[in-house]
């Protein structure tokens, strides 16, 4: 989705319907967001988005497949692409070694 001053360009969606839809909810999230303005405080730096290594780095990086990937970086790229949930590791889900490690994937993430 790209937004200019008088266009949206709203792409990878099945159909016009589907493409209307998500325009209408993007057009209710920002009138909700203007309701709220005088409740808002503006954010004035700037937030890198992760990349694929850096979620790597915090995988246990054992390759060991159970995510349903081949390797712990396949699947950091999946988690960025939203192709996979975190619980699908193992480890990471499971062993209280990463509990840290964890916390910090999920802050890292996109939420959908």
Request: aromatic share 4%; hydrophobic share 40%; net charge neutral.
């Amino acid at each position: 989705m790209t937004l200019n001053t008088e266009k949206v360009y709203i792409t990878q969606v099945k159909n016009t319907e589907e493409g209307l839809a998500l325009l209408d909810t993007l057009k209710d999230a920002i009138n909700a967001v203007w309701e709220k303005r005088a409740e808002l405080a503006a954010v004035s730096t700037q937030k890198s988005a992760p990349r694929h290594l850096d979620i790597w780095e915090l995988l246990p990086r054992t390759n060991c497949k159970q995510c349903g990937e081949a390797t712990c970086l396949a699947f950091a790229v999946a988690l960025l692409q939203e192709k996979r949930i975190l619980e699908e590791c193992t480890i990471i889900r499971s062993d209280s070694n990463f509990t840290d490690r964890r916390a910090a994937l999920i802050a890292m993430l996109p939420t959908s």
